[in-house]
């Protein structure tokens, strides 16, 4: 390999090897354009990397392994181990993040311009296989007690967990020992859930043109077929629940001492059973005739507060009529009260 090298350099007329290689004759760094910055103490390198973060700037996911070119830089020592900083550029947007080595935790941290994407757990609750720390492994070497409890902790764990392992061998054995038929079974599972999902597609198709609808359904559940049986139940209407109330507003005296007597004496199932009939129309009137009996209540209160009797509803339908026919005498044409005057006249000359 050195041969090889060597002789695919160039050398030039004026070289001297007492001065040194190729890259001390030209003035030049090996790392070339990596090392532009070597003056600062930054240089170039390809970075890893280590785990899934997520970027400030454009909010974009960035996967573990993914290579930047990033500026390494030596900010500091754990002990006698140097601790490094990498500043690189996202390949997605503008946005810089800093990541820096911790040596302590045998891990890095993020500075800025991004954060980690928490996907850690504790290995004990898995039942994995955790390395000692750096005090339990000083215990084990000198408490000779604390290392003999530790390794018959560790050979009764094994001997739990070796049942549960010898199953899970066997189970995974059979199921995949034969390829062939582990891939026919996956195959027709498949094909069926397959042939699920074309059906129900068909189904919401159908329920779409049919009610001239054009959004995505969601997957019916059990809570959505129970609320559908329960408004199948349901034996009004909303413009009937509507109609309902108002009629039991009307219905409900101005007076507190007042009683539905006072107010004509309408009947609220009568009045629903003409809404039933007659529909809207039918309503409309009871409504109306409503209103003027609770207009007639109210004229009753104010005589009862007069001191005064109140009427029967038949009376006062009476008196209102014989004041229109009054009303409409008294309106007549000048010509029709000269003969009706002439008329009661000429009567009484008769009579004198």
């Known amino acids: 390999m050195g041969e090889r090298k060597g002789q695919n350099k160039y050398y030039p007329p004026d070289y001297d090897p007492k001065k040194g290689g190729l890259n001390k004759f030209r003035g030049t760094h090996a790392l070339r354009e990596r090392a532009r910055k070597i003056h600062l103490g930054i240089i170039i390198i390809r ?14 996911h960035i996967g573990m392994g ?11 020592m754990y002990y006698s181990t140097p601790i490094y900083k990498f500043r690189m550029k996202c390949h997605l947007c503008d946005n810089h993040f800093e990541i820096q080595t911790d040596p302590g935790n045998l891990d890095y941290i993020i500075l800025s311009g991004a954060r980690r994407q928490e996907n850690r757990w504790d ?16 215990r084990l070497f000198d408490d000779a007690m604390y290392k003999l409890e530790h390794q018959a902790k560790d050979v009764k764990a094994g001997e739990d967990a070796k049942p549960v392992l010898e199953r899970l061998v066997e189970r995974n054995r059979s199921v995949w020992d034969d390829s062939y038929e582990a891939n026919c079974r996956l195959r027709a599972e498949f ?43 349901q034996s009004k209407s909303a413009q009937e629940r509507e109609a309902e109330k108002r009629l039991d507003i009307l219905m409900k005296p101005a007076l ?23 529909g809207d129309l039918g309503i409309k009137k009871k409504v109306e005739s409503a209103e003027k009996t609770v207009t007639t209540g109210e004229e009753n209160h104010t005589q009862k507060e007069d001191c ?28 029709l009260a000269l003969v009706c005057n002439y008329n009661s006249s000429g009567e009484n000359d008769n009579s004198n």
């Open 191 to 233: 094909r069926s859930k397959k042939k699920e999902l074309k059906a129900q597609k068909e189904l919401d198709d159908q329920l779409l043109a049919r009610n001239s609808l054009d959004i995505a359904l969601l997957p019916e559940t059990a809570q959505d077929k129970q609320m559908a049986e329960l408004m199948m139940l």
């Open 47 to 60: 970075f890893e990397m280590p785990y899934n973060i997520w970027c400030d700037g454009c909010k974009n």
């Open 123 to 138: 290995p004990l609750q898995n039942e994995q296989v955790v390395p000692e720390t750096k005090e339990v492994q000083k």
């Open 66 to 76: 993914v290579r930047y070119n990033a500026e390494k830089t030596k900010v500091g």
């Open 308 to 335: 005064t009797p109140l009427e029967p509803l038949e009376d006062i339908e009476q008196n209102e009529k014989l004041k229109k026919e009054e009303a409409k005498v008294i309106n007549l044409p000048n010509s």
């Open 256 to 278: 507190p001492g007042a009683t539905k007597t006072t107010f004509g004496g309408l009947k609220r199932q009568k009045i629903l059973n003409t809404h039933l009939q007659f």
